[in-house]
């Protein structure tokens, strides 16, 4: 039967539908808790989008004026991600795919995040049978308005061919259970985790990605033997490095990573540098030390593009001639 072939995978999707906007909510209120509401944690990750986007880029609607705005924002995304997995199977569903299409499309005017490919997922939401058998008959007249039938076609009276199934009913409503379960499974692990991994994943979080209106970014000085410095700010790294390996040089500004784990990183910094055509080779070239610092930048509008509030140093490093990294000077 219809109802059991196509309901069963079909609620099995609402499900892991609803699990990607579960696990979301569930860290905020975990990990944020009354803050995520009462607090600024809201307008602070505005802050962080709009200071990571280039050109001093930031949303037209001004909602970080607003505290009031900002915090019934942040009360009515946590109510959404936890009240989506329930109210799914409810018959208000189509009207959730409406409040869910809105969401979206606020975090891509406040963070220009857009999540494409889960709202498309908000096609499944919807009964399609009507609309296509509306749009079928309709169809059908007009072609039978177009191109009249005066006789009996040839294959008259000739049984349709029906393909043979290459699974039975029953075998294929376990294949689909057994994909659904596991699909379900490791989104609730990795969920409960807080990872994400294909085809397990949970979407960004916000959870305490942010806890002040201010960020942390590597700052690498390039000295030469007349003492000229050459500074290399984030946007410059950013533009040199590639996001996999951003991520890891800011992963070491942690407080727990070791000087030889930073040496390390360097050299590769310095390879890539120094084999591609770019101004900062000439300085890599003359190089006799170069330090990694910890930058920490005040990420409100008004103080876009301005100076690090504070800068504290991470290790300073010889350099050979070959571009190596040598002795380290201090830490």
């Keep these: 039967m219809p109802s059991a072939r196509y309901g069963s995978p079909l609620r099995l999707m609402w499900l892991l539908l609803g ?36 050109g001093g880029w930031r949303a037209t609607i ?29 018959r208000w569903r189509r009207w959730l ?39 079928s008959r309709r169809f059908r007249t007009w072609r039978s308005a177009c191109w009249p039938v ?18 039975r009913t029953e075998e294929r409503a376990r294949a689909q259970w057994a994909v659904g379960l596991v699909l379900i499974g490791g989104n609730i692990c990795m969920g409960c985790l807080g990872r994400d991994g294909w085809p397990f994943t949970v979407y960004p979080r916000f ?41 890891a040089l800011l992963a070491e500004l942690r407080a727990d990573v070791g000087i030889e784990s930073r040496r390390r990183l360097l050299e590769v910094t310095l390879e890539r540098w120094s084999a591609s055509a770019v101004p900062l080779a000439r300085a890599l070239a003359r190089a006799c030390r170069i330090t990694i610092r910890r930058a920490v930048y005040s990420t409100f509008p008004r103080d876009k593009g301005a100076a690090p509030i504070a800068v504290s140093d991470l290790g300073t490093f010889g350099v050979s001639p070959c571009g190596r990294t040598t002795e380290t000077a201090r830490e």
């Design 19 to 54: 699990l990607i906007y579960l696990f979301p909510g569930l860290w905020k209120f975990v990990l944020a808790g009354s803050a995520w509401v009462f607090g600024d944690q809201l307008r602070d990750i505005l802050f962080f989008m709009w200071f990571e986007q280039s």
């Design 62 to 90: 001004v909602v970080d004026q607003h505290p009031l705005l900002y915090r019934a924002m942040a009360a009515a995304a946590i109510t959404f991600e936890l009240g989506f997995v329930c109210m799914v199977f409810t």
């Design 97 to 135: 795919a409406v409040v869910g299409l809105g969401f979206h499309a606020g975090v891509y005017a406040l963070m220009t995040i857009p999540f494409a490919s889960l709202a498309a997922c908000y096609l499944m939401l919807f009964d399609h049978s009507r609309w296509m058998t509306a749009l």
């Design 150 to 167: 005066s006789h009996e076609p040839k294959n008259a009276g000739v049984a349709p061919y029906e393909a043979p199934l290459l699974f």
């Design 207 to 247: 959870a305490n990605s942010v806890l002040a209106p201010h960020v942390q970014k590597p700052l690498i000085v390039i000295h030469d033997e007349a003492g000229r410095e050459t500074k290399v700010d984030h946007v410059s790294l950013r533009e040199q490095l590639s996001a996999t390996e951003m991520a």
